[in-house]
């Protein structure tokens, strides 16, 4: 027999812990950020998918694509960040992947060395944050509030590094509808924070992956990315979780100062990520022809989900459990009493058909975990309020809900 514990590569990411659950497949899926299944319309994908074949020719399966992505939908990527987010980027600095996550691991493999402090959310994208303790990252959490990451919190944890002789690499942020805390930061706050990052030279990543899920409330304020002319700021989005996570389909784009400073992580130089062509064809097709429809399409889903979601926790969990109320996005974050441990009742939850993310995937030190993630894109607002009723009645039996 072969042993291939003796032959794996001593670059294999590093083990991050998993609560027990959490591979489980249940109905109730309150874990995921899917896309909403009745919004993918199949006839109209198939066309997109057509269209762009009839316009790309043989050719346009037949060789590689071009090393940044489909030329069109980077183009079109920079024209709705013009309109939408309000900052100007080149097609040139744009860079098409496998999803945010692809962007984001771009990134990390370019300037993330083991034990580099990155400046994070109180909680942060479980996504993410895997990818940054994979390499031997250092993610430094920083307090929030409702309208985002605190500025005096932020200079404090610089300065505390600073004074360790430690440069913090990026100042991490999801700056629209967080993940998992819910919030969209204000102009004012975005402006104290960039303030803060550009006193230390500091650079900002921002990912909007979730700037298309708008259900109610305010416009959104500029993106970071329009409110620095520095080059510091590093943005990263995706279609993934508007058209399908089936496709894979996000985006980055590259500071200028990329691109002279590290050539190969030039847009036009990149390694292939593995992003499908015909994936990011269909996705230009189709985005050209029904931007407007399918956004709004998602919004009338997402609302009678967010509602159906608030409801059952209303009627279901007691009043001193703490929620959010999302204005956008696909998640709602609660706060159960102390002593609640999420992470330990998961594996109990999946035998109820029913899974969610407790608060310690958030946090690097697997802590916090009174907390859960709860999200509402995949199921049905009937399926909702069932599969919230029987989380209820699991906490309660743990005492989660004694007062």
């Known amino acids: 027999m072969v042993d291939y ?43 997109a998918i057509r269209a762009g074949l009839e316009s790309g020719g043989p050719n346009s399966l037949a060789a590689y694509p071009p090393t940044g992505g489909h030329v069109g939908l980077r183009e079109f990527v920079a024209q709705r960040l013009a309109s939408n987010r309000g900052f ?40 993410s944050l895997r990818m940054m303790l994979e390499r031997g990252a250092e993610p430094v959490h920083v307090a929030c509030d409702e309208d985002g990451m605190l500025p005096d919190a932020l200079e404090e944890a610089i300065n505390t590094l600073e004074t360790a002789g430690r440069r913090p690499k990026f100042v991490w942020l999801i700056p629209v ?10 102009m004012q706050r975005r402006r104290a924070l960039l303030e803060v990052a550009q006193s230390h030279g500091i650079p ?47 985006f980055g784009v590259l500071p200028p100062g990329v691109r002279e400073a590290l050539p190969q992580v030039n ?32 919004r009338n889903a997402l609302l009678v989900r967010r509602d159906a979601m608030l409801s059952a926790l209303e009627e279901n969990f007691p009043s001193f459990c703490e929620w959010t109320t999302p204005r956008g996005g696909m998640l709602v974050f609660v706060r159960l009493p102390e002593g609640a441990d999420t992470w330990a009742t998961l594996a109990k939850a999946t035998e109820r058909d029913v899974k969610y993310n407790p608060g310690g995937v958030f946090r690097a030190d697997r802590d916090r975990n009174n907390y859960l993630r709860l999200t509402y894109s995949h199921n049905s607002p009937e399926e909702i309020r069932e599969g919230i009723a029987r989380l209820a009645e699991l906490f309660r039996e743990e005492g989660y809900f004694e007062g």
């Open 5 to 47: 514990a003796a032959l794996f590569s001593r670059n294999l990411p590093r083990a991050v812990s998993s609560p027990p659950g959490s591979d489980a497949q249940t109905r109730y899926i309150f874990s995921v950020t899917n896309a909403v299944p009745e919004v993918i319309d199949s006839d109209e994908y198939l066309t």
């Open 204 to 250: 900002i990543l921002e990912n909007e992956s979730y700037a298309d899920f708008q259900i109610d409330g305010d416009p959104l304020p500029t993106a970071f990315s329009g409110l620095s002319d520095q080059g510091d700021v590093f943005y990263v989005s995706s279609f993934t979780k508007l058209l399908g996570c089936g496709l894979r389909v996000g």
């Open 88 to 127: 100007n980027a080149s097609p040139d600095d744009v860079v098409i992947t496998d999803g945010a996550g692809g962007a984001i691991n771009i990134l990390l493999d370019s300037f993330i060395n083991p034990g580099d402090p990155v400046l994070v959310e109180e909680f942060t994208y479980m996504g």
């Open 267 to 298: 847009a036009q130089n990149l390694p292939r990520r593995g992003v499908s062509h015909l994936a990011t064809m269909m996705v230009y097709e189709y985005m050209r022809e029904h931007e407007a429809e399918h956004i709004e399409n998602v």
């Open 177 to 186: 509808y967080q993940n998992p805390l819910g919030f969209s930061s204000s």
